[in-house]
């Protein structure tokens, strides 16, 4: 089964052939996310594998396990590393109806061991650049599985004997459905079918992650209506990404997960009209009428399915205390859920959320595609007052050096909000 790896991989080739950042999320062989980042040198450019035993390099391995592929598998369940000898012979390439392209391999496998194997999967990892993860390495390489194939019929291969496995990687449309509704990916899916799965999970008919494959870093392109935000500035009608940022409730507002936006909105905002930060958040210019005008301009198929809620934020003008800012349609993301640290904010304010664990690149936000960034991004607001001053809000700066601030209230930067589904 071709899994999550291979549809991202694959999206990010057809979404620019010569892309230098990408958007999309992998998961390595160690089962760490990483986003696609760097030019690709390997697949699909190229179609040669080679055949390995260890289960952390790129290649062709085989493994005995024998628990059905998913979509979100990251390995084989146990790969064979000792006791036979593999190659991969000349591949071949084609085209079978209905319009199915294929690669075939055969991997010819030497028993070198005093025991029988029995083999039961056979998957392909590609070594790829990946953003670097927070604890991760700095080296961008990584290796994560494209394909994962339980056997039909296991095969047995006894001590000095060998075996050959046509093994092929096989693209064709495949539909799935439950509960009468058709199971697509977050990404790729129609408006009308993501819509249809939001709804049967919030009734209890499928799950998201589990039946849908979804799961936090996937990204979908959405139109943005033109609005007009806080003193009369003008926002034009643009195309934005909206990432999974995570999944489950809330602040008790019976959401099945939360999105943000990948990018930037295209034009600068103040906080406030005036620079104070005094009332907090929820007096603010961007609470009571940019955000709102934002939220009616999204499309219609995710309006409709917004949560409203509330945020936790500090109370402004110097104060320590925490106050509840109710019915947000959208919202501005906190210090500590974008970061994991108080460094200018107030103590309370939430906590960090998974998608921004993933690497630093996901703060470094542009006005287009963006997650990757090599030079600045841009200033961003966060909707935490400063303790330390009555005067300025949170934001990330766009050089992410340092990353997280804070600025006066009543100037300009730009929006990176989040919603709740």
């Known amino acids: 089964m071709l899994t999550k790896n291979y549809e991202n991989i694959l999206a990010s080739v057809l979404e620019s052939s010569t892309m230098t950042y990408g958007h999309l999320p992998v998961i390595a062989v160690n089962g760490c996310v990483r986003f696609l980042c760097g030019n690709f040198t390997d697949f ?123 093994y092929t990687l096989k693209v064709a449309p495949v539909a799935r459905s439950k509960a009468g509704v058709n199971l697509v990916s977050f990404t790729w899916g129609s408006d009308a079918d993501v819509a249809a799965m939001i709804d049967a999970a919030r009734n209890g008919d499928i799950d998201l992650q589990a039946d849908g494959g979804w799961r936090v870093g996937d990204v979908r392109t959405i139109h ?32 099945l997960f939360q999105f943000d936006f990948a990018e930037c909105v295209t034009g600068e905002q103040r906080m406030a009209a005036t620079a104070t930060n005094t009332g907090g958040y929820g007096v603010t210019e961007m609470y009571t009428t940019t955000l709102p005008a934002m939220a009616e301009a999204l499309p219609s198929w995710l309006k409709t399915r917004l949560r409203t809620f509330s945020v936790l934020t500090g109370e402004g003008d110097q104060s320590t205390e925490i106050e509840a800012v109710q019915n947000n349609k959208l919202a501005l993301r906190s210090e500590v859920e974008v970061f994991g640290v108080n460094a200018h904010s107030v103590p309370g304010e939430g906590s960090w959320i998974t998608f921004y664990r993933f690497s630093e690149d996901v703060r470094k936000k542009g006005t287009e595609r963006s997650i990757g960034l090599s030079s600045s991004g841009k200033n961003w607001w966060l909707r935490g007052p400063d303790p330390a001053s009555g005067v300025k809000f949170c934001n990330v700066g766009g050089t992410l050096s340092p990353p997280n601030t804070s600025t006066i209230a009543n100037a300009l930067m730009f929006l990176a909000p989040f919603g709740c589904v």
């Open 224 to 255: 943005l209506d033109a609005f007009t935000g806080g003193n009369n500035v003008s926002h034009a009608a643009q195309d934005l990404e909206i990432v999974i940022s995570e999944f489950g409730d809330y602040n008790s507002c019976g959401s």
């Open 44 to 166: 699909p450019y190229t179609r040669a594998a080679a055949a390995t035993t260890n289960a952390a390099a790129a290649g062709i391995s085989i493994g005995t396990g024998g628990t059905p592929a998913t979509v979100n598998d990251f390995n084989l369940e146990s790969t064979i590393s000792s006791g036979v000898s593999l190659s991969v012979s000349t591949t071949e390439a084609g085209c079978e109806p209905p319009g199915a392209p294929f690669l075939a391999y055969s991997v010819t496998i030497t028993n070198t061991g005093s025991e029988a194997i029995t083999i039961r999967e056979i998957g392909y990892k590609q070594n790829i650049k990946g953003a670097p993860y927070p604890g991760g390495t700095t080296n961008n390489s990584t290796v994560c599985l494209l394909d994962r194939t339980v056997l039909d019929t296991p095969v047995t291969i006894q001590p000095g004997d060998a075996g050959v496995i046509r």
